[in-house]
């Protein structure tokens, strides 16, 4: 059976890896622009060429410069009611994506320019989560999301911000992550933050292995503790293709794939930010092939112009998946999200495997 972007979209994904300030509508940013006086300093007027401009302005090649369209979001989200409002769309677009559980990450040190306390930042966006899972219910939709705290990693807040992720565990808050320009910030700098987590026996995960390599995941995994990798790409490194067809994995390889590690992949973003040359070169299709614990990720659905149906696209047209191997991605995010275990395997058992087997039945009726 074909795999249609139809199938595609009503099929239940599971996401792991998106930036709230990485996800918003264009209009919805002009909206807010409108309201705090930033519309001049937008770079486009209208909706259409203000989502142009951000893929391309995301699209060149270095992850400092795709990190530098953030400035435009962030801008626009510093009071309680951007806060509500991006939220809000921000579950609404996933679930009508056919998303229904989300983590959805942000840098809550990001979001006080306009004088929003910590607290604050976090209780409006849960707010807007709740909001929009409320409005895709109505729609027949059914999503639960969850927030990551980012700290950015070039910044010192990292444990003010694992302590205000511990306070909100039980209220929204699955668990942390650390994020930003990769190259001369190493996660060791954020070592006090990771050792309190673990303390706590809370969960997190870093951005490892996507603009610099084995270090730098080395360090994520066996220095901080990470339970995940955000993207992990660089993993490929450490895995060598013989003349003869075999692959030999090295030390570092072996143990992701052994302890089960799961890999945030974000197809699209790496494109643009040079991490991976094309779809079909994307280290993704020899993970897979490999059964590391693949995950299928957005990043940033709008500097990448891009859904969780568009990347599984993608990725169908370039390594032809079909509906099974799909749920493989999607059972592995469920798998490896922050939610206790009774939730992940009632999510598996009475979400996407269900859906997946209502959608394989079709051609019986056609
Ligand atoms: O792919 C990424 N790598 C590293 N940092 C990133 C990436 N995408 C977004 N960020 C940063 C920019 C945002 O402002 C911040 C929090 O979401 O996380
Ligand atoms: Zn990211």
Redesign the pocket.
Known sequence: METTRDHIRRAPKVLL?D????GLRPQTVLELADQVGYLDKLPAGDAESLGTWFREAADSGS?VR??ET?AH??AVMQTRDALVRVARDCAEDLAADGVVYAEV???PE?HLERGLTLDEVVEAVNEGFRQGEAAAREKGQRIKVQALL?A??HAARSLEIAELANRFRDHGVAGF?I????AGNPPTRHLDAFEYLARENNHFTI?AG??FGLPSIWEALQICGADRL??GVRIIDDITAKPDGTVELGRLAAYVRDKRIPLEM?PT?NLQ?GAASSYAEHPIGLLRRLHFRVTVNT??RL?SGTSMTQEFEHLVDAFGYSLDDLQWFTVNAMKSAFLPFEQRLAFINDVIKPGYAGLKAEWLFN
């Open positions: 890896h930036h709230l300030d990485g992850l795709y990190l953030f979001t962030c990450r942000y840098a990001q980012t950015m990693r992550d994020a930003g320009a990769e951005h996507e603009a955000g993207h974000c973003s930010t990043d940033n500097m």
